[in-house]
Structures are given as structure tokens and as C-alpha cells.
């Protein structure tokens, strides 16, 4: 029997404070939005290297180089999902095709609706952070975020908005739509860091 064996081990892989979620519940604020593929397109501006913006249409997009990460995802309201197998393109991957000025040192991520979350250049292009169109090799479901949501793996999931729009960079870091509302402008799990009132000093801009 391996069950309370591999339930220790999954103990071992959630970080403090939270508890396993079986299957996938679907989280977010406000409704899900309508997948248009003749309006879709993912950006890239900001502090570009270029200072010129940079486009791909959801063909173009969906033709760049496909890469695969297993990755975890931590709901700040205390549960957890472990294992998935997400798939699509990899952050540094746009880092390279629309590179950043060298005053580039935060990104904001950009989704319908306006929803947006704020990284740092070196969370946004960690190993394993992926712009994912698909989970466990099937494409996303409409609320799961197809066509394309951001997986990081080692930050709180409000830091993956789902329906990914584009991305600027920033010479300055900016609170993004939950970092606006109460929640740490890091988010990482593994220091429960949950809410902006526990920021020390250097974690974020003022509110
Ligand atoms: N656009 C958008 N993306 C979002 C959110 C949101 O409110 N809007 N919520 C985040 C939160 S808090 C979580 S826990 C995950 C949930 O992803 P899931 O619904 O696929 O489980 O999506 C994240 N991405
Ligand atoms: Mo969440």
C-alpha cells in the first residue's frame, strides 16, 4: 500500500499553511472571457530593448517553440494542486524574441479585463515560469485561462494571471490588481509571504 507513503510526500512538497486540493477547482475574480481569435493578440511593451512594441497573433503565437514544466500551483487561500504538467512558451523564450532595455527591472503581466500582477524580472524568467497553453497535454479549458495563462511555479498562483494579454517592462516596480488589494507584492509561498502588511522594507512600492 503506497497511499500514507505518497501522502507524506505530498505533505513534504506544500509549503506552510496550505493543504492539498484533489482535483482542479477553478479560482478567479470576474467572469471568464470570450476567446476571440481575430482580436486576440499577445504584447510586449514597456521598456522594450527596442522601445518599440512587439506583437503575436494567436497563430504566430501558438507556432513559437513549445516547452513542457511540472509545476505546483498555491491558492493564497490555503489550498494547493501538485504535479500538473503544463506545456507552452517559455517566458524567457519572449524574453528573447522582445528583449527588455537594460532599465528593465520589473515586468507587469497584462490579461482581459485589465487584471494584471507585477514580477520581478527575475521571477518573471525563472526556470519553469511558462506562458502555458495546456495542462497534462490537453489545451486549457476557457476557464483554466485558455488560450494562454503564466505559470510561476515558485510564487503564489495570483501571480499567474489566466487569459494572458501581454506583458510590459517596467524601470519601476507597479502593484498589480491584487497587490493593489491587500496581497504581498512578492507572494512567495514558501515564506507565506500572503499580504502586503507583512512586506518589509524593499519588497514593494508603498500603497
Ligand atoms: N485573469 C485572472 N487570472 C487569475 C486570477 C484572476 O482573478 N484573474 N486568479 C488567480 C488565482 S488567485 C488563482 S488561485 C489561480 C487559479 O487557477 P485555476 O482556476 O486554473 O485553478 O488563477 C490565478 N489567475
Ligand atoms: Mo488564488
Known amino acids: 500500500m503506497g497511499q500514507p507513503e505518497s501522502r507524506e510526500s505530498e505533505q513534504a512538497q506544500l509549503p506552510p499553511g496550505q493543504r492539498l486540493q484533489r482535483g482542479w477547482p477553478v479560482t478567479h475574480y470576474g467572469p471568464v472571457p470570450k476567446f476571440r481569435p481575430e482580436r486576440w493578440e499577445f504584447r510586449v511593451f514597456g521598456v522594450t530593448a527596442d522601445a518599440d512594441k512587439h506583437c503575436w497573433s494567436h497563430e504566430e503565437f501558438s507556432a513559437l517553440p513549445y516547452e513542457t514544466a511540472v509545476a505546483d ?26 528583449p527588455p532595455g537594460p532599465e528593465a527591472t520589473h515586468v507587469m503581466v497584462w490579461a482581459e479585463y485589465g487584471f494584471s500582477s507585477n514580477l520581478r524580472l527575475s521571477d518573471f524568467t525563472a526556470e519553469n515560469a511558462l506562458f502555458a497553453t495546456h495542462r497534462d497535454g490537453e489545451l486549457l479549458t476557457a ?3 485558455f488560450p494562454v495563462r503564466l505559470i510561476v511555479p515558485h510564487l503564489y498562483a495570483w501571480k499567474g494571471p489566466k487569459w494572458v494579454r501581454g506583458i510590459e517592462y517596467m524601470s519601476a516596480d507597479r502593484r498589480g490588481f491584487w497587490e493593489e488589494r491587500g496581497y504581498h507584492n512578492i507572494g512567495d509561498p514558501w515564506q507565506e509571504q500572503r499580504y502586503s502588511y507583512q512586506e518589509e522594507p524593499g519588497d514593494g512600492p508603498g500603497l
Open 143 to 145: 476557464e483554466h485561462g
Open 73 to 98: 500551483l498555491h491558492c493564497v487561500t490555503k489550498f494547493s494542486m501538485l504535479g500538473a504538467e503544463w506545456g507552452g512558451v517559455s517566458t524567457r523564450t519572449i524574453l528573447e524574441l522582445a
